[in-house]
């Protein structure tokens, strides 16, 4: 069974980069599309972008300019990096895993991430 | 793919059937449709894939239905644990995309 677990401040100044990691356990880290959702309060999905255990990336075009994914294969973690946020990037943040031809099996319980001063 | 969701929300008492709509913008490859669960205060969970297939757990009163871009999930008897916001989200083209959303309520 997949665990993934998110971590990372839950407060971040606004024009400031907001940083998360998931950390991957009970899976191998291999074939997996490993990906961030978020959630502002009260309203729909958003997805984020993924990241291939080998690197390869892919980003959502309305986030792309702003957005890093990486991976730690040695240590089973990927990150986020969100720049510049502001308080529209206020959300409950999901990593999530995937693979080819498949919908997001296995998700983080979330971390809530405020953008404010 | 843009994905428009109806009703937004649907009020229906325990027993009776449910019937939630996903309309693609255009057409979903391979039929990459899910449908997911989600609860308050609760990450989403994954009811339906492939358009019609129940994941893994999934109760047999849901069921999943698909014709041309209209996608359908059914609740053949709601239960009192099936009160929650289901999404549909596409995984064929890149964005993959999410509906806004339907919130099933009790009646």
């Known amino acids: 069974q997949v665990q993934l677990q998110e971590s990372g401040p839950g407060l971040v100044k606004p024009s400031e980069t907001l940083s998360l990691t998931c950390t991957v356990s009970?899976?191998?880290?291999?074939?997996?599309?490993w990906t961030w959702i978020r959630q502002p309060p009260g309203k729909g999905l958003e997805y984020i972008g993924y990241?291939?255990?080998?690197?390869?990336?892919n980003y959502n075009p309305s986030l792309e300019s702003r957005v890093t994914i990486s991976v730690d294969t040695s240590n089973n973690q990927f990150s986020l990096r969100l720049r510049s946020v502001t308080a529209a990037d206020t959300a409950v943040y999901y990593c999530a895993s995937t693979s080819r031809g498949r919908p997001f099996d296995y998700w983080g319980q979330g971390i809530l991430v405020t953008v404010s001063s | 793919i843009v994905l428009a969701q109806s009703p937004g929300t649907l009020s229906l008492s325990p027993g009776e059937r449910a019937t939630l709509s996903c309309r693609a913008s255009q057409s979903v490859t391979s039929s990459y449709l899910a449908w997911y669960q989600q609860k308050p205060g609760q990450a989403p969970r994954l009811v339906i894939y492939?358009?019609?297939s129940r994941a893994t757990g999934i109760p047999d009163r849901f069921s999943g239905s698909e014709s041309g871009t209209e996608f359908t999930l059914t609740i053949s008897r709601v239960e009192p644990e099936d009160f929650a916001v289901y999404y549909c989200?596409?995984?064929?083209?890149?964005?993959?995309?999410f509906g806004q959303g339907t919130k099933l309520e009790i009646k």
């Open positions: 492939a358009a019609s």
């Open positions: 009970g899976a191998s880290f291999t074939n997996y599309y």
């Open positions: 990241i291939y255990y080998k690197g390869s990336t």
């Open positions: 989200q596409q995984y064929a083209t890149s964005p993959h995309t």
